[in-house]
């Protein structure tokens, strides 16, 4: 379009991913642009001529390219890319730098250069000033495709141990400065990218971590960057580097603040939001019968619950929006691995957790025994345990007991645990219990596998167990129940629905499959129930729609969105739902009332006070059944 606004025209058109889209960026003659659209789920570069609108395909992968920089002569574009692995569902793999020759690299002799050194020599003779027509060519810069093959135009500028993420050019187009982790550390590394010395880098100013948006100057003398929140300048022949300070005051009229940050939301809501009928809500209307009470609002807090009523009409989950930094409690409290019994007489150990921070002194402190004292502090029945161990996380906390049957005194130093850790220790407790009641009830036949969410840690315990655990017996159990989600659903069910298909032995060796570790023969009972969410819920839906298995338990949540995370100006934020999850038929697994169970069995409060669990029982039977027929 024209500087005026007018005259627009499409030059192309493609899935560029909304706000998430990758930059593009101007070729250095002006006449073409370098973008990255998704393709088959995956980020490719084209440049588009922007007369004519025609297309040349940079990249061509079943990986995701992105980042493109044109070199200043344009002759090629370094861009990074993750061709070890995959950016989503879940990422795997890690980012290196790549360069695409716009034409032909021609080959490099030696004796050309030993030739070029007669060549220098004639040049000088000329006359002060003079300029040839041949340099005037030379300096003029055009770019030019000739794209033979992608694959041998294509070459690697770095192989890290690291993510390689920031980058830019320098030195006429010759170096490289990236940002990467190789050594466990974010901080610049340089690259020449002269052919003999390619893939050789080394770090450069390695004392300035967690550094982004790198930019050199025009002059090529200096190299800008941000860190910390800070502006910083390298020189890159000295090596000097300085920290560019500036000031700013900034008069915020809060209620024009709080009335820029609902309609931030309500815009991009509105354009990013996953369904475009927003749950069949009039949004717009929404925003503007909401907008008028801003003007009553005074604090901060206020207007965020405001806003999440807003937001709340939406009747979606992965959403609201909360301030800048996360409550923190002031003086958490300790907690030293304990369930206790309190009563108007005494404060009893009813057990010790496994694992937690009383559970080495178990022989010694039993379950019976009062508690007496807490850093020799003398306990009544009447008191608050969880005042007098508040602010005690990281220090020795001393537990005095009396036994109960000998009224000997007792004292063990603990290191405590916080109420997070102390909970996971009674997962694991529960975890353990579910696993020994399907051992003993199959026989030790058959494997049992708990994942509490989808994260990485999640997966690789999955995995693990499903190696050691599982494909050793004859069936597995897999628990989703309580599952609050994460994004590892396809890792999952790709490690269940992997194949035996051959067998090998080294001579004088016993035999193993092939795939090693293969499961698609043996069956699998999936467990879910009402607390079953979000990524849990793709798992499961995957899951059915494979038909790997009896599914039994309740119906899940319904939960089921990927979400990102919407920066506003006074450092707060809000989660947006961009990432719709729809069945093979096209059904939103967000509105259609959850994954419904093959077998549908409940819990209640009843089972879980009286230590049953009618869910685990049927997926054992289920199990066997299936065991039983093969």
């Known amino acids: 379009m024209d500087p005026t606004g007018e005259n627009d025209k499409l030059i192309f058109e493609a899935d560029f991913g909304g706000r998430m889209a990758d930059r593009f960026t101007w070729s250095p003659d002006s006449r073409f642009i370098s973008v990255a659209f998704r393709h088959n789920s995956n980020l490719d570069i084209t440049a588009v001529e922007i007369e004519t609108g025609k297309a040349h395909a940079l990249t061509n992968t079943a990986y995701d390219e992105r980042m493109p920089v044109w070199s200043s002569k ?12 995959h950016s989503f569902p879940e990422f795997t793999g890690k980012w290196d730098l790549f360069r695409v020759d716009l034409q032909p690299e021609k080959p490099e002799f030696k004796e050309d250069e030993f ?73 610049l590394w340089k690259i020449v990218l002269k052919k003999d010395e390619r893939e050789e880098y080394q770090p450069f100013m390695p004392q300035i971590t967690n550094i982004r948006d790198l930019q050199c100057s025009q002059d090529g003398k200096f190299l800008y960057y941000l860190s910390r929140g800070r502006i910083g300048r390298i020189e890159l022949s000295s090596k000097k580097n300085e920290s560019i300070s500036f000031q700013a005051q900034i008069k915020i009229d809060r209620a024009a603040d709080y ?28 925003y503007q019968d909401f907008r008028p009470v801003l003007q009553q609002v005074r604090e901060d807090q206020d207007f965020y619950d405001y806003a999440n009523m807003m937001i709340g009409h939406l009747n979606s989950s992965h959403t609201g929006i909360r301030g800048p930094g996360g409550r923190q409690v002031e003086k958490p409290s300790a907690h030293v691995g304990v369930i206790w019994d309190f009563n108007e007489k005494n404060i009893t150990l009813n057990r010790t957790i496994k694992n937690g921070p009383l559970y080495i002194h178990r022989d010694k402190i039993k379950p019976g025994d009062y508690l007496v004292r807490i850093n020799n502090k003398e306990i009544s029945p009447d008191d608050n345990i969880w005042t007098i161990l508040n602010g005690l996380l990281d220090t020795r906390v001393r537990l005095t007991f009396e036994d109960r049957d000998t009224q000997e005194q007792k004292t063990v130093d603990v290191d405590p645990v916080s109420a997070r850790q102390e909970q996971s220790l009674r997962l694991e407790e529960w975890i353990e219990s579910r696993r020994d009641i399907v051992k003993t009830k199959t026989d030790d036949k058959v ?61 004088g060796l016993s035999e193993t499959p092939q795939s090693s570790f293969g499961f698609a023969h043996k069956p699998v009972v999936l467990l879910i129930n009402e607390v079953t969410l979000s990524d849990g819920e793709m798992t499961a839906n995957g899951f059915k729609t494979l038909d790997r298995g009896p599914i039994v338990g309740n119906t899940t949540y319904g939960w089921l969105i990927f979400t990102t995370s919407v920066r506003l100006m006074n450092g707060g934020s809000f989660r947006l739902p961009f990432w719709g999850c729809y069945t093979l038929d096209g059904k939103d697994l967000e509105t259609i009332g959850g994954i419904k169970p093959d077998i549908m069995v409940v819990n209640d409060l009843n089972d879980e006070l009286e230590d049953k669990d009618p869910q685990l029982d049927r997926a054992v039977h289920t199990i066997l059944e299936l065991i039983e027929k093969k």
């Open 74 to 85: 344009g002759k090629f574009i370094l861009f990074s890319s993750n061709r070890f692995g």
């Open 115 to 187: 030739e070029s050194l007669f060549k220098d020599e004639e040049k000088s003779e000329k006359k002060a000033g003079e300029k040839s027509e041949e340099q005037d060519e030379k300096n003029e810069v055009k770019v030019v495709f000739d794209l033979v093959d992608l694959d041998i135009q294509t070459k690697t500028v770095t192989n890290t141990l690291g993510d390689d993420s920031a980058f830019v050019l320098a030195s006429g187009d010759e170096v490289v400065y990236f940002v990467s982790d190789i050594d466990g550390k974010s901080h």
């Open 447 to 507: 494997a049992y596998i708990y994942m509490r969410a989808m994260g990485q840690g999640d997966l690789a315990r999955f995995l693990k167990e499903l190696e050691r655990d599982a494909v050793p017996r004859q069936g597995l159990i897999l628990d989703l129940r309580f599952n609050f989600g994460g994004n590892v659903h396809d890792r999952v069910l790709q490690a269940l629905m992997k194949p035996v298909y051959a067998k090998w032995r080294i001579r």
């Open 259 to 286: 009335e820029q940050m609902l309609a931030e939301l309500y815009y991009t809501l509105q354009y990013y939001f996953y369904d475009p009928d927003f749950h069949a809500v009039n949004w717009s209307k929404i």
